[in-house]
C-alpha cells in the first residue's frame, strides 16, 4: 500500500506573517516531504494576548504569503471564531479535514518547551506527530529539558532528531537554518518608522502601508 501522503500544520499569530516563517515551512517541506504545509493564523492566543492586528488582516497578510507556492495553504479555521483557538481542537479538525493523511504539527522548540501550560496538552501529545524545529542558537540539546521526553531514547537520522515520548509516540526534531526576523522586530520598526524591505513578502508589506497596522505599539 501506498505511504499516506503527509500535512504539516503551521499555526501561529504571523502578526505579521515574515520571510522567517515562510522559509522555516519550506525547509521542513522539503526535508519531511510534506504534501501541504497548512498555515493556520490563531484568533486572540490564549498565552499571547498583545496581538496587534485584527484576525483579518493577520489572515489576509498570510494569504498573500502563501499564494505562489502549491506547497502553502492557508486554514481559517482558528481566526473565524471569536473564541480563543485552542490546538487540541483545531488538530481533531484538521485530523478530519485530512483523513487519510499522515498529519503532523509543526512548532518551535521554544513553543514546545511551553506546552506544559497548554490547554489539553497530553492529548494533543497522544493524537499528533510533532515536528518540533529547533533555530540557533536554541541548541537541539535542549529539548532534553521538557519533561515529555524519553531522555534515553533519542536517535539521529541526518538532519532530524528522532525522540521518544514518555507516551510512547516519537517526535521528530529538525534543526534548520535560521533566519532571524521576528513579528516583534517588524512592529516595533513600522511603528519607529524604519524600513520593513526584505523582512516579509512585497505583497505584505503593501498591505501593512496601505491598511496603517502597527503604526502605534
Ligand atoms: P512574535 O515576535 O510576535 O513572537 P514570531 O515572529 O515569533 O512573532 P509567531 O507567529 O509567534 O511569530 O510564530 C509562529 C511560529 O513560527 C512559532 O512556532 C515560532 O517558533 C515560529 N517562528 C517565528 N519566527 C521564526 C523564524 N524566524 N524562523 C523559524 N521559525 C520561526
Ligand atoms: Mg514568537
Redesign the pocket.
Same mark, same amino acid.
Given at each position: 500500500m501506498a505511504e499516506p501522503t503527509r500535512i504539516g500544520l503551521f499555526g %501561529?499569530?504571523?502578526?505579521p506573517i515574515?520571510y522567517?516563517?515562510l522559509r522555516?515551512a519550506e525547509q521542513l517541506r522539503e526535508l519531511f516531504e510534506l504534501e501541504k504545509v497548512v498555515f493556520i493564523p490563531a484568533n486572540n492566543p490564549p498565552l499571547k494576548r498583545n496581538t496587534q492586528a485584527l484576525p483579518r488582516h493577520r489572515f489576509e497578510m498570510a494569504r498573500l504569503a502563501v499564494s505562489g507556492n502549491p506547497g502553502f495553504v492557508l486554514s481559517d479555521i482558528e481566526c473565524t471564531f471569536e473564541e480563543p483557538s485552542y490546538t487540541v481542537n483545531t488538530l481533531a479538525e484538521m485530523k478530519r479535514q485530512y483523513a487519510g493523511s499522515a498529519v503532523y504539527l509543526i512548532? %518551535?522548540l521554544?513553543?514546545f518547551l511551553e506546552m506544559p501550560k497548554w490547554f489539553k496538552a497530553e492529548e494533543i501529545l497522544a493524537n499528533a506527530a510533532l515536528i518540533v524545529?529547533s533555530?540557533p542558537p536554541l541548541e537541539m540539546e535542549m529539548i532534553k529539558a521538557s519533561a515529555y521526553i524519553d531522555k534515553d531514547n533519542c536517535q539521529m537520522e541526518g538532519k532530524v532528531a528522532r525522540i521518544g515520548l514518555k507516551n510512547g509516540n516519537v517526535l521528530s526534531c529538525a534543526s534548520?537554518s535560521?533566519?532571524?526576523?521576528?513579528?516583534?522586530d517588524i512592529r516595533r520598526a513600522v511603528s519607529e518608522g524604519r524600513t520593513i524591505k526584505y523582512l516579509l513578502p512585497e505583497s505584505v508589506e503593501s498591505y501593512i502601508i496601505t491598511n496603517e497596522l502597527y503604526k502605534k505599539l
Open positions: %501561529g499569530t504571523f502578526d515574515h522567517g516563517h522555516a512548532m %518551535g521554544d513553543a524545529m533555530r534548520i535560521p533566519v532571524y526576523i521576528s513579528s516583534t
